[in-house]
């Protein structure tokens, strides 16, 4: 089974503070990606990674940047985090597909609140 | 551009009682479709994928999928609900071209069971 780990299942910090969310996956996928979950609104990508060293902005990356120095790594940073930042993200991996015909495998997510 | 449409945001059902959640999509391509659960607390899972072939999908846990491209719809269905079906449930499409392999997600069905 693939198995994507996120590093933290909760997580509080302050209004100002620089945040790095962990992700890492054990099935050699080339895509990862990182979306945002908010009630009533669906999952909303924020960036997404198709090889190492390489990304992609999602629908809402305002506020966010990425990080992948490793195929299996991929990582997400809040440059200085707002209150509107507070939300559950979760973290996917994919194998190459074309046009969306993979499924993506999702991590059991970081709850974060930012105080 | 694709998009998914979950009809009603929260659904109750009796338990023994069929299941049903809507979802409709557009796509100016064959689409590739999916079903994804998420109880609480937790990562999204797979329940079932339509890619080609058949139209009627079988998934994990009883659920089922019929693709229907006359109608744009691909409605979940369980014969039988139990309690242990309570969670949130999402449709996604594949969009985009080339390996990325990004999908866009619906803004979730919430299924409530009870006795």
């Known amino acids: 089974d693939v198995k994507v780990t996120q590093s933290s299942r909760y997580l509080v910090k302050r209004t100002g503070e620089k945040v790095f969310l962990e992700c890492v996956q054990d099935?050699?996928?080339?895509?990862m990606f990182w979306y945002r979950q908010d009630p009533g609104l669906g999952l909303r990508l924020i960036y997404f990674?198709?090889?190492?060293?390489?990304?992609e902005k999602g629908d809402i990356p305002e506020g966010y940047s990425v990080s992948r120095e490793k195929k299996e790594r991929f990582s997400l940073i809040l440059e200085s985090a707002s209150t509107n930042q507070t939300s559950m993200y979760l973290c996917?991996?994919?194998?190459?597909?074309?046009?969306?015909?993979?499924?993506?495998?999702f991590g059991d997510g970081t709850r974060l609140s930012i105080l | 551009a694709q998009s998914v449409t979950q009809l009603g945001s929260h659904v109750s059902v009796s338990e023994g009682a069929l299941v049903l959640l809507r979802c409709n999509y557009s796509?100016?391509?064959?689409?590739?479709l999916f079903w994804y659960v998420q109880y609480p607390n937790q990562g999204l899972q797979l329940l079932l994928k339509?890619?080609?072939?058949?139209?009627l999908v079988k998934g994990i846990n009883g659920f089922e999928a019929e693709f229907k491209k006359s109608e744009t719809s691909f409605h979940l269905t369980k014969p039988s609900a139990h309690m242990s079906d309570a969670a949130e449930y999402f449709c996604?499409?594949?969009?985009?071209?080339?390996?990325?392999?990004?999908?866009?997600f619906g803004a979730g069905t919430r299924l409530a069971v009870h006795p």
């Open positions: 996917a991996s994919s194998p190459t597909g074309t046009g969306g015909n993979q499924p993506q495998h």
């Open positions: 339509y890619t080609t072939g058949a139209t």
């Open positions: 996604a499409v594949g969009r985009g071209s080339g390996g990325y392999n990004k999908l866009i």
């Open positions: 990674s198709y090889d190492v060293k390489m990304k």
């Open positions: 099935m050699d996928h080339e895509n």
């Open positions: 796509s100016s391509v064959p689409p590739y």
